[in-house]
């Protein structure tokens, strides 16, 4: 009773603040984080689990360059203790689901001065579309750039392998950690230490 009663549903005060807040969806209590509200579009029947963090945006009064900047679709989930990161556009499609503890974010700290602190140089913007259906699993982590298409089933290393090469995941897809065959150097080029994939294929044929 105190868990319905402390969620945000579409008809509570609180769901007033949001871009949009659908029918029939509710954020379960304890709720994580919420920052940014006014940015956030969250669509119908669409469950957002407890002690997630949505945010949108990084200081009061932030003029924005997409409206909205996060936008979830309808009828999807998104399991708990995950958080969703937007500064510029993540775009969740319909009926997509996520475990537990997955993060999402279109903006990445820059690392290209090997002499400044990685804390406080520029940012880069990047937008993540997750396609209609797909499911991605506990504990990944989906980093600027992702293109991850419709019905398409991410396991914790291919979600994060996918974000780190911005390739695009076909639809359908089903890659997981043991059809990946992954090989690693390091480049000098720009940073220390910057990881760069030289080689990657997945057997079953899941990126482009």
């Known amino acids: 009773m105190l868990n319905r009663t402390a969620s945000i549903g579409p008809n509570d005060h609180a769901a007033r603040f949001y871009k949009h807040f659908g029918r029939g969806s509710i954020i379960n209590w304890p709720t994580g984080n919420m920052y940014g509200e ?6 119908e029947d669409t469950m957002i689990a407890a002690d997630v963090t949505l945010s949108a945006g990084m200081v009061p009064n932030q003029e924005m360059m997409t409206d909205p900047v996060v936008i979830i679709g309808d009828r999807c989930l998104i399991g708990r203790g995950s958080a969703i990161v937007g ?3 993540i775009d969740i499609g319909d009926d997509v689901f996520t475990g537990m503890n997955v993060y999402i974010t279109d ?6 001065d090997p002499d400044t ?14 396609g ?8 990944a982590v989906v980093l600027p750039g992702a293109r991850i298409g419709k019905h398409c089933v991410m396991s914790t290393a291919l979600a994060n392998l996918s974000a780190m090469t911005t390739r695009n995941a076909r639809e359908p897809c089903w890659p997981s950690l043991k059809t990946a065959r992954i090989n690693f150097s390091w480049s000098q080029t720009k940073a220390p230490s910057t990881l760069k994939v030289v080689d990657k294929s997945v057997t079953q044929d899941g990126f482009t």
């Open 38 to 43: 006014r940015w956030i579009s969250i669509g």
């Open 87 to 89: 500064h510029y556009r």
């Open 107 to 112: 903006q990445n700290h820059g690392y290209e």
């Open 117 to 130: 602190p990685i804390g406080i140089q520029d940012p880069q913007d990047d937008p993540v579309v997750i």
């Open 132 to 139: 209609d259906g797909s499911w991605i699993g506990s504990g």
